[in-house]
Nanobody, 115 residues
Framework: QVQLVESGGGLVQAGGSLRLSCIAS????????MGWYRQAPGKERELVAASTSGGSTNYADSVKGRFTISRDTKNTVHLQMNNLKPEDTARYYCNAGTYYKRDFWGQGTQVTVSS
């Protein structure tokens, strides 16, 4: 089992920045990839950014050039969000993918961008 705790959400004006953090505990040795997803009201959950243990990253087209994912350690992942837009408003979820093909999710943190 892997437990994930997110922090760093909040309310910010358009053009502002926020930094999300996620710390994993439990069976962290089993974690391969960690990433961030988001879900806005009435929409499906979507991938924002992900980082594998090998160092590769991928981003949604809508956030490229504005968001940066980073991993300090095997069990910590951050999402630096710059130049935020109202359409970035959503609940952001930390995700951990394990080597045995099971995903774990955090409770989410709300990001609200005002225009």
């Amino acid at each position: 089992q892997v437990q994930l705790v997110e922090s760093g959400g909040g309310l910010v004006q358009a053009g502002g920045s926020l930094r999300l953090s996620c710390i994993a505990s439990g069976s962290i040795f089993s974690i391969n990839a960690m990433g961030w997803y988001r879900q806005a009201p009435g929409k499906e959950r979507e991938l924002v950014a992900a980082s594998t243990s090998g160092g590769s990253t991928n981003y949604a087209d809508s956030v490229k050039g504005r968001f940066t994912i980073s991993r300090d350690t095997k069990n910590t992942v951050h999402l630096q969000m710059n130049n935020l837009k109202p359409e970035d408003t959503a609940r952001y979820y930390c995700n951990a993918g394990t080597y045995y093909k099971r995903d774990f999710w955090g409770q989410g943190t709300q990001v609200t961008v005002s225009s």
